[in-house]
């Protein structure tokens, strides 16, 4: 399965298949044919991994420390310093291998260096592969804040391949998985759907369910980007869940949730208020709620302070002149963007997945 992604420096090719990573030799000779090529990637994945891109180049891998915690500059300039030992010129392919925290950081050395060698994304966990790895988005972290250094960089392809997630933790893949319902929430009733009853193919990482459930997330993705690069409009609906789930991960300082899993609280706090609106049908809420619930345990949430949780969404990047914009759901494949969400709805929201009023 191919799909095409526009972007303003050209288009992109993202490649869906089971053993697509065992090709990506064949597909970099038609991309880039005599290029050279420094794969990036971490120890666990290169170990887990490393055997299949084999063939691609017997240049040294560049292998970066494991962690959000390393997603940072310094980081960045070890890939710099990879890159000058490999002589690298503007005309090396860098291949990223591994989550999206490798993704992001290699991405972002990718773009800046020479000011720009061609990038092609390799995704090995659930949420890289339907969110981080398309749309272009590249950068690292500040101690100032998440994602507070980064550029627009779309990749010259990306390779997906569904049976790397075989040795993917539970966790990890679960906490893609909330992404790949909020695709089936905000734009594909029949993606929700058919994630509710594969469930359990799903999480035997059967690829026969992944592949479908990834090229619709990959699709409802690049059509959105496609329609709005830089985020000014539409691409904001793929922040539903995520104002409410951008604020628990700031309280509990990116310790507690896997993104994934907040976004999941950040769902049902959307759909909180949806139904009080009437922009949700109380069967889909109920749906949804299951489907979450089903999926197994999210860490707890009654012990985070209210206050402070209202306080991180008043400081949401997602303002815009002052007014917060809030994504609620539609029935189930569609959704509203709001300026007019009030402290006090947000409260009833946080309450009702179990954050107390102050
Ligand atoms: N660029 C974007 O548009 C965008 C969008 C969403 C998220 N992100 C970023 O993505 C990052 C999170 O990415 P993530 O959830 O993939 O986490 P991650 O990259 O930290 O990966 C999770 C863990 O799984 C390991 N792993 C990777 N592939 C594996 C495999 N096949 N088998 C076993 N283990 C494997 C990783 O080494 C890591 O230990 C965040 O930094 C977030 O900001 C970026
Ligand atoms: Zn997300």
Known sequence: MRIDVGSRAGSYAVQIAPGESRRLHQLLSA??????????????????????????????????????????????????????????????????????????????????????????????????????????????????????????????????????????????????????????VIASRSLFERVSTNLSQLFARDTEALSPAIAESCEIKARIVEGDELESGARRTLNFGHTVGHALEAATKYRRFRHGEAVAYGMLAAAAIGARRGTIPGPDREALATLIRTMGPLPAVTDLPASQLLEAIGRDKKIVNGRLHFVLPGPIGSTQIVDDVTPEEIAHALAAIGIPNP
């Open 31 to 184: 991309l880039a044919p005599g290029a050279r090529v420094v794969v990036v990637s971490n120890g666990l994945v290169w170990r887990l991994l490393g055997d299949r891109l084999a063939q691609l180049t017997s240049e040294e891998p560049i292998l970066l420390p494991d962690g959000e915690r390393f997603k940072n500059l310094l980081t960045v300039g070890k890939v710099y310093e990879g890159l000058i030992r490999a002589r690298a010129d503007r005309g090396t392919v860098v291949v990223a291998v591994g989550g999206g925290v490798l993704g992001d950081t290699a991405g972002f050395a990718a773009a800046t260096f020479l000011r720009g060698l061609p990038l092609v994304q390799v995704p090995t966990t659930l949420l890289a592969q339907v969110d981080s790895s398309i749309g272009g988005k590249v950068g690292v972290n500040h101690s100032a804040g998440k994602n507070l250094i980064g550029a627009f960089y779309p990749p010259r392809a990306v390779v997906i391949d569904p049976e790397t997630l075989s040795t993917l933790p539970r966790r990890e893949f679960r906490a893609g998985l909330y992404e790949v319902i909020k695709y089936g």
